[in-house]
Each structure stands twice: as structure tokens, then as C-alpha cells.
């Protein structure tokens, strides 16, 4: 430190004893107050930045741009501060002279997790971020944000490390169940509600893991090969969209290397499209042990390293402090670093409305936010000969497998939350993490055991197929629940169901048509059996009161009304990369893995091959059926407006999920169509409802080599009206678009007379 700064640092300490001296009588408070501008409210959040930044040493700007992690570190053999919160992802120190607070971080996107077992703090869990985005329902996406935001403050957190968004190009994925699914506009929309939800609680949320973190096998080393502007249109723009609806607080870069470099030391991901293109003016945290330098990390617009004991080094301490003195790193860099974070806790609030531990927390109310999150988010995939809805006249029902008779299913890793009441299956392996694996005590058995008072409800481990099958032969109804358990760190090796579930099924269907299969998992598997059962229900890890939403769902309390936010593919051969890249058993052994497919992710690459998937994006059932009519589409103020109407043609109460599609009849895409909207509708028997959705002129769009602006081709475009991606019988109009030149954000800059 220079001799100019330890003066300065000195007189600083000196002002502050003074404060703190006046701020002990309460009539001279005020002045105190005063005297720290930054904390008036009326200010806003850049200038309040400004302000304090200002009058902070070079130490105090230091402080903010790295974080401890929140409980022992195993590997590194570090203790936990003793300020963290207990089993918590991370802590930042206060600032009290300046009367700036702490950082309180912790995981993620179901709700309030716990980083070890020993005290776990015991919370509302949501399904897991895939169900929501198969209820394609915006608001119940919101309030979960709102209620898992809530307990995180109650619990002393201002930071939450959720806001999931990788989109599913894998789908053996092992934190696919944390992700918006594969679409980017979805992804992006759906992530974004929750994100604005969390953030409406003060809480700074963390739109991660940026970017292309798609597989979790060789996560810390694999180099994610892809041409630029194909990322663009894909991955990133569901970040760009989450973003523009929230102006999020933080991002998290990713683990993975990036065509070369890694993603947390990457100048194009971080300074050029992110703060540049997008104009981010929040702060980027690093993955835990994601940083691997000073020097490039900080210059290439990585603000704070997490979790610092996870790395080789704490690169952002005193390696940085030395950096700037050398100007390896500019002083001005380290003021934005410090600028970025000090301006996102005034802009989210965290400065002005301090956190406290130990607030009450209304848990069946959050119980029923997450169960309405669960019931909109189950998927009905198939109901031959109207299996569901189950009759409350049934005589024998036979439940089988999946301990359906302690509770239900969640996924592994740092995001997972602990109930109340405890894990309902202890002792399952992996007991460590990212296990243990989790059973929330909300029992299906028990759900719909309530439902049928008077009828036989038998249950069968599933462990011994032929005597499940004994069991089941001659009942009104069985239902089989197979699982599939996955966690952060842990690929699943295939996209067949684990232990020996299909035999299970094949022979339990094979005794009574009349079953359907449960499923709690992550996201897309195989179904060899599917033509042997007259059912099919997706219920994800359906979250704290999932035993409820599954049984409600079953009897038709619930008309289900959830959509498929991935394909489902028919055979792993149809995936872009048929075999998952890397070996799970050398996790430090570099690789690259070719995303060839460019921005045809999910059904586009379907589409774009021809393939014929299982269950294609988009899909879901419902006990009722809809009718659409009246579909056109207009050019408005330059946007595309689409219109329709949706008629609810069946005999009981449903909500609908009409999508919206555009293909170019003459442009070239990197796929046949793109979702360019949808809507949620709720109707009564005979009902209709207009919808009108204005499309992101975007979706017309082409990037091109790595420039941020977006290119539309004039001539006609297909809008289509479907009810999922492969919809054979959707309604289709044509319009005419002007060729155009949008900027990064779809502002147009030019209109060309010729196409
Ligand atoms: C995960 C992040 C998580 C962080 C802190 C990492 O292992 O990849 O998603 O937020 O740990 O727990």
C-alpha cells in the first residue's frame, strides 16, 4: 500500500470512530447519517455507488470481491468463518463504518438449501426449475420466486444463488432438473419470472451458470466448442431475455471452458456480450472454484470470486491488491469490480432493508404455492382409453415402486433443500454429496389412499417384478411410480430408467393393461414399455408437496395442464451427440465437446433431421380438449402481433397451453421453426378466450460471425398455431416482413427497401 493510501486508510478510521461515537447519541444520529450520503434513499443506486465508493480504501474495495464459502471446506481442509451462516454457500464481511452489510449467500432454485447434513435448516422445497417451466404459467413461476425469496430472508440470506437457465442440449444432464428445459425463449422467460419473484424480497438473485454449461461429467475442465452467433440465438439469448425482463442482480460463470478459455476469465462473454451488448450493470461471481487467475480473470470482467477456498488461490485478495499497484489490473477496473456490487445491493435493496435471521415463516402457505407450482407443472403424456382420470368408485388400486409410500423424489447437489420432517427414505447411497439422496415426506400412497376411503389401496416395493405383477393383476387400476435420481456432479450414464424399473413396468403392464407409470425424474427417458400401458405422467421432482399434486392430479381435482419443456427423444441415437462426452472417472482430464448443433437445440434439431421423437416438445394432455379458431397475425408498431381464440370444447374445466411458432417459407434458419409465444388459459366447459401475443421481432432473426446485432431476411414468414412442436393439424397463417437490422436488444436500425 502506498504511503498516500495507509494515510488515507488511517484518516478513514479516524472519521469512523468519530461517526460511530456520534452515532451513539441519538440526537446527533441524523448527523451521522449525514455524513454517509450513499445511505439516502432518495439517491439512486448508481449515484449511491458512486458516493461510497468514494470513500473507500483500497482494503474496503477489496472486501467486496471475494467470498468465503459458508461451511468447512472438506478438500482444502478450511473452516468456515464463524460469521457465515451455518452450511451456507457464502459470506462477504460487512462494512460498518460505511454501514454496509454483509453478503449472506446461499443456494438456489428450489428454495433455502443446506450445504451439509449434520444441522440441515429444514424448508419449503418448489419442484424442481424444470416442472415449473412445464407449467408454462408465468405467474406461478413468480410466486414461487417470491415465496423461495421470502424464506431466504427469513432465513438471513440476501443473496440467492437462483436463477438456473442451461439450456437442455443434454439430456443426461445430472442438473437438467435445475434448468428451464430447452427452449430460449421459455428458459429464458420462465427463469426470469422466478428471478424477479426472488428479487421482489430485496434478496439479489444469480441468473448462472453463463455459459454452456450443458453436461456436468468433465464440468471443471471440458472446453464447449460452438460458433459464436449459433450461441448467440441459443444459450445466450435465454440469458439476454432473462435479463431484459429483470436486470438481475449477479450472474454466475460457469465452470467450463468456452472455445478455449474458461468462462470466468472469458473478455467476450463477460465484458463484450454481457456488460457491453447487454449492458449488465450487476456483478459477475464465479462458480465455486470456477476462478484460475488474477490478472485475466479480473480483466476479462469477473467482479467477484466465490467461495475462494474452492480455488488454488485467493486470487482476488492480495494477489489483486498487488496487481492493481502494478497496474497488471487498473484501478479502475477494481472500482467497477467494487462499483458493480456496491450498486446491486442499493439497486435490489439489500443495504436498505437489512437482513435478519429467524423470521417466521408461514410453511403450509408456502406448502400450497409450492403444490400449485407441482399440479400445473405434471405432464399427462398419455391416457389411453381415459385410464385418468381414476375413478373415487375404484375398488382395488394398486400402487407400485418408487417408495410412493414415504414421500416423493428430489434432485442431488448444492441446490438441495431439506424438508421438514426429514428425509422419508434414509440411508439411500450416495449418503454424501451430492446425495444424500432425498425423499420429501409428502407419501403418494397416503394421498390417495385419503382420496378412496372405501377401496382397497395396496402397495408394492417394486423390488421383485413378478410378485408386483402378482399383485397387480385383476385391480381396477395400477399405478406403477419409477425414479430416476440425479445430481449436480453426476451425469445420468444413459437415459434408461436406473434399476431395473423398465423390466418392472413391462411385466406389471403385462399383468393389467390398465396401468400407468409415474415418473419422478430429472427429464427425458426412455420408454420401452410405452405402448404397453394405457398411462403416462410426468411429475418431475414435484417439490415438498408433491404426494399431494400427484394424487390430485391422478383423480382429476387437478386437470392437468403441463407442457413438455424438452423432447423427449425416442432412441439416444437421435441426440446430437448420441454417446455423453467424457469420462466421469477423470473429472481433471481436458476435453472438448463439439456442439455442432449449433442453435438447433432440442425439437429444432428434431425438426431439423426429421426425427420422430417419443413425446415432442411442448406436448401434454388434458382431461378436457380445446378448439383453436380465428388465428391471424399483423405487423404492429414493427412487431408482429399474433391473435387467436381458444375454446374449451370438452365437458370439464381446463387450462391450456396454445403455442406459437414461426418458420421462415424462404430465409434459411438454423432449424425449420422457432417458439415465438404462448399463453396460459384458463376456461370453463363451452368457454373461449382471445389471446393476443406480440412476438420479439429477434425470433425472425439470424446472428451472424460474432456481432450482437440481429438479421431479418424480408419476405414471408410461417406463423403457426400448435399445441406442441410436431402438431400435424396447426393452424397456419403467412405474414410479409421487411428486411431489418435490429440491434442487440431487437431495436431496429435499419429498414432495407429490398429483401
Ligand atoms: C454450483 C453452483 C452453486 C455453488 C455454490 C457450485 O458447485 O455449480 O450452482 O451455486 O456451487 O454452492
Redesign the pocket.
Known amino acids: 500500500m502506498s504511503a498516500d493510501q495507509q494515510a488515507r486508510e488511517k484518516s478513514m478510521k479516524h472519521d469512523a470512530a468519530i461517526l460511530l461515537a456520534l452515532a451513539a447519541l441519538p440526537c446527533l444520529a441524523a448527523a451521522a447519517e449525514s455524513a454517509r450520503p450513499w445511505l439516502d434513499k432518495s439517491l439512486d443506486p448508481d449515484r449511491r455507488a458512486a458516493l461510497v465508493l468514494k470513500e473507500m480504501t483500497q482494503k474496503e474495495k477489496l472486501n467486496w470481491v471475494s467470498s468465503h464459502f459458508g461451511a468447512d471446506h472438506g478438500g482444502n481442509k478450511t473452516k468456515k468463518v464463524p460469521e457465515a451462516l451455518p452450511f451456507s454457500?457464502?459470506y462477504v464481511p460487512p462494512l460498518p463504518r460505511l454501514g454496509l452489510p454483509a453478503l449472506f449467500?446461499t443456494?438456489?432454485g428450489i428454495g433455502v438449501?443446506t450445504?451439509n447434513t449434520t444441522t440441515p435448516r429444514e424448508r419449503t422445497a418448489l419442484p424442481s426449475g424444470i416442472a415449473t417451466a412445464a407449467t408454462w404459467n408465468r405467474k406461478l413461476a413468480y410466486e414461487g420466486g417470491r415465496m423461495i425469496g421470502f424464506e431466504a430472508r427469513a432465513s438471513g440470506f440476501n443473496v440467492m444463488?437462483a436463477g438456473?437457465m442451461n439450456l437442455m442440449r443434454e439430456p443426461r444432464n445430472g442438473r437438467n432438473f435445475?434448468y428451464g428445459g430447452e427452449d430460449p425463449l421459455l428458459a429464458g422467460v420462465m427463469v426470469a419470472e422466478q428471478v424477479r419473484g426472488i428479487e421482489s424480497n430485496h434478496v439479489i438473485a444469480?441468473i448462472?451458470?453463463y455459459a454452456l454449461n450443458a453436461q456436468e461429467t468433465g464440468r471443471f475442465e471440458l472446453d464447449a466448442r460452438i460458433d459464436p452467433a449459433a450461441l448467440r440465438m441459443s444459450d445466450l439469448f435465454a440469458f439476454q431475455v432473462a435479463l431484459e425482463m429483470t436486470d438481475a442482480g449477479s450472474f454466475?460463470c460457469a465452470?467450463n471452458r468456452l472455445n478455449g478459455p474458461y468462462g470466468c476469465e472469458h473478455p467476450w462473454l463477460l465484458n463484450t456480450v454481457l456488460k457491453g451488448d447487454w449492458g449488465f450493470k450487476g456483478f459477475v461471481m464465479s462458480?465455486?472454484?470456477a476462478t484460475h487467475s488474477t490478472v485475466e480473470a479480473a480483466n476479462a470482467g469477473l467482479d467477484q470470486q466465490?467461495?475462494f477456498e474452492f480455488d488454488r488461490s485467493r486470487y482476488f485478495g492480495g494477489a489483486l491488491e498487488e496487481a492493481v499497484e502494478s497496474n497488471f489490473v487498473p484501478q479502475k477496473r477494481l472500482d467497477d469490480m467494487a462499483l458493480r456490487i456496491l450498486r446491486t445491493m442499493f439497486a435490489k435493496g439489500v443495504v436498505d432493508h437489512p437482513v435478519k435471521e429467524g423470521g417466521a415463516i408461514d410453511y403450509d402457505a408456502h406448502g400450497r404455492i409450492s403444490q400449485a407450482d407441482a399440479e400445473e407443472g405434471i405432464v399427462l403424456l398419455k391416457n389411453a382409453g381415459k385410464l385418468l382420470p381414476l375413478s373415487t368408485s375404484a375398488k382395488k388400486i394398486v400402487v407400485i415402486g418408487g417408495h410412493a409410500d414415504k414421500g416423493v423424489l428430489a434432485g442431488g447437489?448444492?441446490?438441495l433443500v431439506y424438508p421438514r420432517g426429514g428425509n422419508a427414505v434414509p440411508g439411500l447411497l450416495p449418503a454424501t454429496w451430492p446425495g444424500p439422496i432425498m425423499y420429501y415426506p409428502s407419501s403418494p400412497l397416503k394421498a390417495i389412499q385419503a382420496r378412496v376411503p372405501g377401496a382397497q389401496v395396496a402397495f408394492d416395493d417394486g423390488t421383485d417384478p413378478a410378485r408386483a405383477a402378482r399383485l397387480a393383476a385383476g385391480a381396477d387400476v395400477v399405478l406403477v411410480f419409477a425414479t430416476q435420481w440425479v445430481g449436480?456432479?453426476l451425469d445420468a450414464t444413459s437415459l434408461a430408467l436406473p434399476d431395473n424399473q423398465d423390466a418392472l413396468i413391462a411385466a406389471v403392464a403385462a399383468a393389467n393393461p390398465k396401468t400407468a407409470v409415474v415418473l419422478e425424474n430429472s427429464g427425458p427417458v426412455m420408454m420401452p414399455w410405452v405402448d404397453r400401458v394405457a398411462g403416462v405422467v410426468e411429475a418431475w421432482y414435484p417439490g415438498t408437496n408433491g404426494g399431494e399434486a400427484i394424487a390430485r392430479v391422478l383423480f382429476g381435482e387437478v386437470n392437468p395442464s403441463g407442457r413438455l419443456p424438452a423432447t423427449f427423444p425416442a432412441a439416444e441415437s437421435q441426440l446430437p451427440r448420441p454417446k455423453l462426452d467424457g469420462d466421469p472417472a477423470k473429472p481433471e482430464e481436458r476435453f472438448t465437446v463439439d456442439y455442432h448443433e449449433g442453435a438447433a437445440v432440442g425439437y429444432k434439431w428434431f425438426d431439423l433431421k426429421g426425427y420422430k421423437p417419443l413425446f415432442p416438445f411442448g406436448h401434454g394432455l388434458s382431461y378436457t380438449q380445446f378448439g383453436y379458431s380465428d388465428l391471424k397475425a399483423q405487423l404492429v408498431d414493427g412487431k408482429v402481433q399474433v391473435r387467436f381464440t381458444v375454446t374449451n370444447t370438452g365437458g370439464v374445466a381446463g387450462k391450456d397451453v396454445p403455442q406459437v411458432y414461426v418458420s421462415p417459407l424462404s430465409a434459411k434458419w438454423e432449424s425449420p421453426k422457432r417458439l415465438a409465444g404462448w399463453d396460459k388459459v384458463d376456461l370453463a366447459p363451452g368457454a373461449s378466450t382471445s389471446v393476443t401475443l406480440s412476438i420479439d421481432p429477434r425470433l425472425f432473426g439470424m446472428v451472424r460471425g460474432s456481432a450482437s446485432t440481429w438479421h431479418v431476411a424480408g419476405g414471408r414468414y410461417q406463423v403457426k398455431l400448435a399445441r406442441h412442436a410436431q402438431d400435424d393439424a396447426a393452424r397456419t397463417v403467412t405474414i410479409q416482413l421487411p428486411a431489418q437490422v435490429l440491434d442487440a436488444a431487437g431495436h431496429p436500425l435499419k429498414t432495407k427497401t429490398k429483401g
Do not use: N, P, R
Open positions: 454457500a457464502g449467500l443456494d438456489a438449501a450445504q444463488l438456473g435445475e444469480t448462472k451458470h454466475m465452470y462458480d465455486w472454484g466465490s467461495g447437489g448444492s441446490s449436480e456432479a
